[in-house]
């Protein structure tokens, strides 16, 4: 038996990725037959109507309630951190995870807000990935391997999926990844992060091109990620993979886990449609990415943090969406007028 193993996993992936399954569109039209009963005029809860029959279709619950959120937060470390790409040492990377489990950083207040479960994935936080300005971030096992680790994650553990990372210099990571799945110049993918400075802005454009270069015109995702990704990064695509595979509405966060998001939508244009993009981050590159997929954010609040952090934000309103359609009174129930009298 040769010992070509390695070159299976991705192939593996590649497979799960033709047998996502689409909505429930039984259960889609269901919803949207009791909201038209509801008693308020057609149409007047905007964007909220949109979000419970999004849930619905990717629930296949035609009254869908949402009993499990959870907020999936990836924790991991980056080699290029070392090139001063970030206005924070790599030690915060571990210093935030104690602090997740403390309950004192943001995302900790807005599950409490708006009562999300959390769970704080560390992935080998002492052995950082190889910096990608220099070589491959993993081989094909241990990408695939990582990927599976963010699959099994989710695995029965929700019916909401907040999608949140950790990671000093992910961002640098996330827009190496960017230019290489979506093209145009490496620099236009990089922005402040964590608020680098002018020689800190050009340190990360150095690292983004000398990444992309490195890899030379690549074009399959698995292999970006393979080669410029990182561990939290393809653990969250894993994630979001599992989450289809299982009919698990997904909330992607901001630049870096839309980065994670993006390799599965560069294998198919339609991986993502389980997906809400829950806001448009400050991180200025993040709204270029939103546009190049053609998805539009639900929120538009100026932050810039990651941690799952915006995609909390936006389960909190996603969770007022299925509780108005499940909890108000019909017409008929309520002896309301409707239109016709
Ligand atoms: C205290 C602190 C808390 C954070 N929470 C999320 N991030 C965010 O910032 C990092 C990415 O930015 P860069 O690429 O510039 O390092 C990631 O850890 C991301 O989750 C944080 C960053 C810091 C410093
Ligand atoms: O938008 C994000 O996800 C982001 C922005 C800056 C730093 N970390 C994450």
Known sequence: MSLSASALPFDDIRNLVRQMPGPDEEARQEARARDAQLTKPAGSLGRLEELAEWVAGWSGQGRPKITRPLVAIFAAN???????VSAFPASVTRQMVENFAAGGAAINQLCIAHDLGLKVF???LDMPTPDITEDDAFDEANCAATMAFGMEAVAGGTDLLCLGEMGIANTTVAAAVFAALFGGAPGDWV????GVDADGMARKRAAV????????GERDPL?????VGGREIAAMAGAVLAARLQRIPVIVDGFVTT???AVLYAMD????DHCLFAHVSAEPAHRRALETMGKTPLLDMGMRLGEGTGAALAAGIVKAATQVHDGMATFADAGVADKDG
């Open 191 to 194: 922005g402040p992060g964590t």
């Open 259 to 261: 980065a994670a998001a």
């Open 269 to 272: 244009p339609e991986a993502l």
């Open 223 to 227: 292999e970006i990620l393979r080669r």
């Open 209 to 216: 091109e000398a990444a992309v270069a490195r890899i030379g």
């Open 122 to 124: 560390d992935l080998a």
């Open 78 to 84: 980056h080699g290029v951190a070392a090139k001063g």
